[in-house]
């Protein structure tokens, strides 16, 4: 962390961090160009070409689940939501996405390691093994 903090004071000597405070000023360095890009203690450059994300990596998981459904009313295999999702965000590692397919309320497991939004599949499949054994 260190070298990452002796960057920072040469790129904006005019502000004053130590190595401490330096994730702070970090986390609030968009008036200076400094984007979060979504991945833990991770920032960029807006010049480079970086935005900060606009969406939650959840809510982008169960859009991807949600779309690829109404299009092909099959499940969603999980290599399937990393793939779309790595294409609509900068930086985002594919544990991340398979933990909020599995984790996300809006998602149901369905086996084989696929995925379903949880209203549609339930509304689609009535009668299925899972849907019976859950209780409402």
Request: no cysteine; proline share 6%; glycine share 6%.
């Amino acid at each position: 962390f260190r070298e990452v903090h002796r960057r920072f004071v040469e790129l904006f000597p005019e502000l004053q961090a130590n190595e401490r405070n330096l994730h702070a000023m970090l986390s609030g360095g968009e008036a200076h160009g400094i984007v979060w890009v979504g991945l833990n203690g991770t920032y960029a450059l807006r010049e480079w070409g970086y935005e900060r994300p606009t969406q939650r990596l959840f809510d982008l998981v169960a859009d991807v689940i949600d779309e690829t459904w109404m299009r092909t009313r099959r499940p969603v295999p999980l290599m399937t939501v990393i793939e779309q999702v790595s294409r609509r965000r900068q930086l985002v590692r594919p544990n991340s996405i398979a933990m909020a397919a599995h984790l996300g309320k809006r998602n149901r497991y369905i086996g084989g390691n696929s995925f379903a939004p949880a209203t549609r599949w339930a509304a689609d499949h009535p009668d299925s093994q899972l849907n019976l054994a859950l209780p409402d």
